[in-house]
């Protein structure tokens, strides 16, 4: 069993930056490729970014690319969201995820967090 806790979101302004945080415990993190997902009321949940389990590749939605970076510290079992230039599309509750052996371009994942409320305001 994998825990996952997302920290981070919160309220900015259009055109401003927030890092989403992802504490993992349970198992042996560096095992694990992570994702970001998020969603918006009344829409299905949309894949944002993924980080392999090894060699730390990464994978981006193209809505994203360009303005996010997906990382990843296996000391301290945490997986990060740079969000850069945000705009109000990128409103939305963000949740990680964590699949064992994974790829960055996963969909499939084994354990989900809560999830982290990003609200950009115009």
């Known amino acids: 069993q994998v825990t996952l806790v997302e920290s981070g979101g919160g309220l900015v302004q259009a055109g401003g930056s927030l890092r989403l945080s992802c504490a993992a415990s349970g198992r042996t993190f560096s095992n694990y490729a992570m994702g970001w997902f998020r969603q918006v009321p009344g829409k299905e949940r949309e894949f944002v970014a993924g980080?392999?389990?090894?060699?730390?590749?990464?994978y981006y939605a193209n809505s994203v690319k360009g303005r996010f970076t997906i990382s990843r510290d296996n000391a301290k079992n945490t997986v990060y969201l740079q969000m850069n230039s945000l705009n109000s599309d990128d409103t939305a509750v963000y949740y990680c995820?964590?699949?064992?052996?994974?790829?960055?371009?996963?969909?499939?994942?084994?354990?989900w967090g809560q999830g982290t409320q990003v609200t950009v305001s115009s």
């Open positions: 995820a964590a699949k064992y052996l994974g790829t960055a371009q996963t969909r499939e994942y084994d354990y």
């Open positions: 980080i392999s389990w090894s060699y730390d590749s990464t």
